[in-house]
């Protein structure tokens, strides 16, 4: 399993999709669920105050709202062990896949890199 974005590997046989929307000539599989939840995406994007606009509250809430209510191993096993994650962000960017790819390293002992 990999991580990229969509510019670069969004034409990718084994592309998934992990965000809340792709972009419209992405016709590779979506795995809604580890997509952030609107509210608080919207937050971190929009209000870049010291209470949301910080990637501490974006991280508690992701965890909390999306990956505390998976299990790393069903979640891999749905995706497959070849998929590579997409969302939008360049490496170097701050994003959620990265978010994902910890927490299946940390689940299930993985290696999970950035092509």
């Not at 809604?32 to 971190?44: G, R």
Request: with cysteine; aromatic share 16%.
């Amino acid at each position: 399993m990999n991580t990229s974005y969509y510019a670069k590997n969004g034409g990718h046989p084994n592309a998934v999709s992990i965000a809340g929307r792709a972009p419209d000539w992405y016709k590779g599989r979506q795995y809604k669920k580890l997509a952030p939840k609107y509210f608080f995406f919207k937050k971190f994007k929009d209000e870049w105050d010291e209470k949301y606009g910080d990637e501490k509250y974006y991280i508690e809430q992701y965890n909390k709202e999306v990956l505390s209510k998976l299990d790393p191993m069903k979640v891999y096993e749905e995706l497959g062990g070849d998929s590579v994650l997409l969302c939008w962000e360049k490496p170097g960017e701050f994003c959620h896949r990265h978010l994902v790819a910890q927490w299946l390293n940390e689940g299930l002992h993985i290696e999970i890199k950035e092509l």
